[in-house]
T-cell receptor, first 113, second 110 residues
């Protein structure tokens, strides 16, 4: 597509539920990144993919967080057993390849009640 | 890991004024990018500038990699320039991920 597309744009769920966030990168971009931004804060790196592999998962906050990318395109970030501290905006970015300019989607605003 | 410090944290300008935002980093970098996050939360890539100088309209950026800093210049500021400006770097020899500074919040008043 023309830009990075994320869905849903907003998600409200109850504590303890699982959520899936989706990112569709710019067509032809091989690198894909997930970040988290809490209210009024900077961006916290979570994970990145080069193709379908994730060389660096060090930013995932806990084992409740996981991500996958299939077909070198769409990625899904899954949070299991959500907690209130998971409330944040989850941002996805893509680039032609790792180390190149990153372009961001509009994010998914996640609220855990 | 690499540290990224941005200054000033907050900046208020009158429309038409010029400004300089600074980004200091603690280690050698492969990659440095400047982003603007508008008041609606959208992040726009302004510059990919691991070294040297680039200009795009009223904005320009300079990175002096040997001295570990980058500057973003905004000339003739407009109200639409308001938002948060982030500097992000990728450390040499480290993981291929961007580490973001805490940002400079710019408010341009009419």
């Amino acid at each position: 597509g023309a830009g990075v597309s994320q869905s849903p744009s907003n998600k409200v769920t109850e504590k303890g539920k699982d959520v899936e966030l989706r990112c569709d990168p710019i067509s032809g971009h091989t690198a894909l990144y997930w970040y988290r931004q809490s209210l009024g804060q900077g961006l916290e790196f979570l994970i990145y993919f080069q193709g379908n592999s994730a060389p660096d998962k060090s930013g995932l906050p806990s084992d409740r967080f996981s991500a996958e990318r299939t077909g070198g395109s769409v990625s899904t970030l899954t949070i299991q057993r959500t907690q209130q501290e998971d409330s944040a905006v989850y941002l996805c970015a893509s680039s032609f390849r790792v180390g190149q300019p990153q372009h961001f989607g509009d994010g998914t605003r996640l609220s855990i009640l | 890991g690499i540290q990224v410090e941005q200054s000033p944290p907050d900046l208020i300008l009158q429309e038409g004024a010029n400004s300089t935002l600074r980004c200091n980093f603690s280690d050698s970098v492969n990659n440095l990018q400047w982003f603007h996050q508008n008041p609606w939360g959208q992040l726009i890539n302004l510059f990919y500038i691991p070294s040297g100088t680039k200009q795009n309209g009223r904005l320009s950026a300079t990175t002096v990699a040997t001295e570990r800093y980058s500057l973003l210049y905004i000339s003739s500021s407009q109200t639409t320039d308001s938002g948060v400006y982030f500097c992000a770097v990728e450390s040499q020899g480290g993981s291929e991920k961007l580490v973001f500074g805490k940002g400079t919040k710019l408010t341009v008043n009419p």
